[in-house]
């Protein structure tokens, strides 16, 4: 099992909360991902850091931001959740280039009400 | 644009069998990589399986093998003598120019 850790892994919200996402990782990887993935569909990238303080947006438009002041640390916030956020985040890691292999966490579901 | 298409949203298999999932990806990039990936159901995606474009020979984990067209921009993932903790999703994978692209998925079942 990969070293990736991911909390909560159930949420169930009300709109309007502001929430966080936790991902710990012990690999030391420098890269880390944030995917969506909705029930038997693809993973949409929304986030991803190459190093501390290095953060880009994914191809999938995301109203969530990320922070990444620590290697190992890499939480993703909802500002004001909305139903429309009610889906899968997985967590990912990686040694070094795109090329690697990823290493994902257990993911979290959230349920925005 | 980059795209990984998955073709079979779901496949079953009699345990012991040999079943083949089907996955095409479409880049006008020489250089990229190809992934297999599983995610069993409440659990974490792993990787099955990586090929690397520039290789012409199949890249093979013990029961795992694929079939790498490059031409015809294919990737199918081959599951032998296949077991019951094979039932999952599998999501194959590309990565060109800092970008990853998944499929939608393959869910696998396995019969006893």
């Known amino acids: 099992e990969a070293d990736i850790y991911q909390t909560p892994r159930y949420l169930v919200i009300g709109t309007g909360k502001k929430i966080t996402l936790e991902c710990s990782q012990t690999m030391g990887h420098d890269k880390m991902y944030w995917y969506q993935q909705d029930p038997g569909m693809e993973l949409h990238l929304i986030h991803y850091?190459?190093?501390?303080?290095?953060?880009e947006k994914g191809d999938l438009s995301s109203e969530s931001t990320v922070s990444r002041i620590r290697t190992e640390h890499f939480p993703l916030t909802l500002e004001s959740a909305r139903p429309s956020h009610t889906s899968q985040y997985l967590c990912?890691?990686?040694?070094?280039?795109?090329?690697?292999?990823?290493?994902f966490g257990p993911g979290t579901r959230l349920t925005v009400l | 644009a980059q795209t990984v298409t998955q073709s079979q949203p779901e496949m079953s298999v009699q345990e012991a069998e040999t079943v083949t999932l089907s996955c095409t990806y479409d880049t006008s990039e020489s250089d990229y990589y190809l992934f297999w990936y599983k995610q069993p159901p409440s659990r974490q995606m792993i990787l099955v399986i990586r090929q690397e474009a520039y290789k012409q020979q199949n890249a093979t984990e013990n029961r795992f093998s694929v079939n790498f067209q490059k031409a015809a921009k294919s990737f199918s993932l081959k599951i032998s003598d296949s077991q019951l903790g094979d039932a999952a999703m599998y999501f194959c994978?590309?990565?060109?120019?800092?970008?990853?692209?998944f499929g939608a998925g393959t869910r696998l079942t396995v019969k006893p």
């Open positions: 850091s190459y190093g501390v303080n290095s953060t």
């Open positions: 990912a890691s990686s040694e070094g280039e795109y090329t690697d292999t990823q290493y």
């Open positions: 994978a590309a990565t060109y120019n800092n970008d990853m692209r």
